[in-house]
């Protein structure tokens, strides 16, 4: 079997720069579109909405307060990267409003291509051991302290998170959005295994 061969300092900075600038656009996508999505990136999507502060600002301040979490529960490597990303996806953010412009044809399409481009730049983020933090930080630690399957938890925030928009957007939005969820959840379900890898 061939020997496990660890990414470098360099691979783990263009992966995480590849993701945080995919999953920057495919919000710019999502937003533009008028739709939500989970976890949260979800949430900081509906503050924004009501508050009219730059995604990019909100998702990178909702985010501090996990980081202490992450340090004691998952390391410091992890939570490095896992700041780099955050940091990396909402710097992005604040400019590629002025550098893309986005103009969906139907609220379908954005939905699909948002999960598409999200879950490249989710996938890239993953392997190279990090995350956007929030809620599946949380939903980690609950499952190593209490065997609560982290699963059910971030599905449990998601359906708290989808019943507040109903309260904001229209139910035809909040359903598009569903959908570029679940296209989401797929790409990462079906592609993010460990043992389809040899290297980590």
């Known amino acids: ?31 533009g579109a008028g739709l939500v999505t989970g976890q949260t990136a979800g949430a900081a999507v509906l503050i924004s909405y009501l508050t009219g502060w730059s995604f990019g600002a909100v998702f ?13 529960r998952l390391g410091a490597a992890f939570t490095f990267k896992t700041f780099a990303a955050v940091a990396l996806i909402s710097g992005v953010s604040v400019i590629i409003g002025d550098l893309v412009r986005v103009d969906p044809a139907h609220p379908a ?7 598409m481009i999200s879950g490249a730049g989710l996938l890239a983020i993953f392997r ?4 956007l933090g929030g809620v599946g930080i949380v939903a980690f630690d609950l499952q190593e302290r209490y065997g609560w399957r982290a699963g059910y938890v971030q599905f449990g925030f998601d359906l708290l998170l989808f019943a507040a928009a109903l ?16 296209v989401l959840s797929a790409i990462i379900a079906i592609n993010h295994r460990n043992d389809l890898y040899i290297g980590t």
């Not at 079997?1 to 919000?27: I, K, N, S, Y």
């Not at 990178?60 to 004691?72: C, K, Q, S």
């Not at 139910?171 to 598009?176: P, S």
């Open 128 to 131: 190279h051991r990090a995350s």
């Open 109 to 115: 399409v954005a939905a699909v291509l948002f999960g």
């Open 167 to 182: 309260l904001i957007l229209p139910a035809t939005l909040v359903l598009w959005s569903l959908l570029g969820a679940f």
């Open 60 to 72: 990178f301040v909702i985010n501090l307060p996990f980081y202490a979490l992450a340090w004691f």
């Open 1 to 31: 079997m061939p020997e496990a061969v660890r990414h470098t300092r360099f691979d783990d900075a263009q992966g995480l720069a590849f993701g945080a600038v995919m999953c920057a656009f495919g919000v710019l996508i999502l937003t």
